[in-house]
Nanobody, 123 residues
Framework: QLQLVESGGGSVQPGGSLRLSCAAS????????IAWFRRAPGKEREGLSCLDSMDGSPYYVDSVKGRFTISRDNAKNTVYLQMNSLKPEDTAVYYC????????????????WGQGTQVTVSS
């Protein structure tokens, strides 16, 4: 059974950077679509970026395009989210999630979730 653990969150000033990690255990990430989500206080969960299960193509929502980069290290069974030019509105709990073998990673059907990591952007 695949399990996910996020790390790398913290506090940073506006304009700063953080790299979040999503370490998988219990299974390899082969054939899993992987996504990063966030939930800000008082707001609904928002999908940010994902990697397709078949060809690993990355996708980004407009709010993070050009600032965030999703990547995957198969040797470490880990997915990363590099976040640059952070803004106060990026403050949220960030989650990674996985779903097995879907046609495209932009799907609401993620069924394996990590526990989340807090990111706070403040001066």
């Amino acid at each position: 059974q695949l399990q996910l653990v996020e790390s790398g969150g913290g506090s940073v000033q506006p304009g700063g950077s953080l790299r979040l990690s999503c370490a998988a255990s219990g299974s390899t990430l082969d054939y899993y679509a992987i996504a990063w989500f966030r939930r800000a206080p008082g707001k609904e969960r928002e999908g940010l970026s994902c990697l397709d299960s078949m060809d690993g193509s990355p996708y980004y929502v407009d709010s993070v395009k050009g600032r965030f980069t999703i990547s995957r290290d198969n040797a470490k069974n880990t997915v990363y989210l590099q976040m640059n030019s952070l803004k106060p509105e990026d403050t949220a709990v960030y989650y990674c999630a996985a779903v097995y073998l879907v046609p495209q990673c932009y799907t609401p059907n993620y069924d394996i979730w990590g526990q989340g990591t807090q990111v706070t952007v403040s001066s």
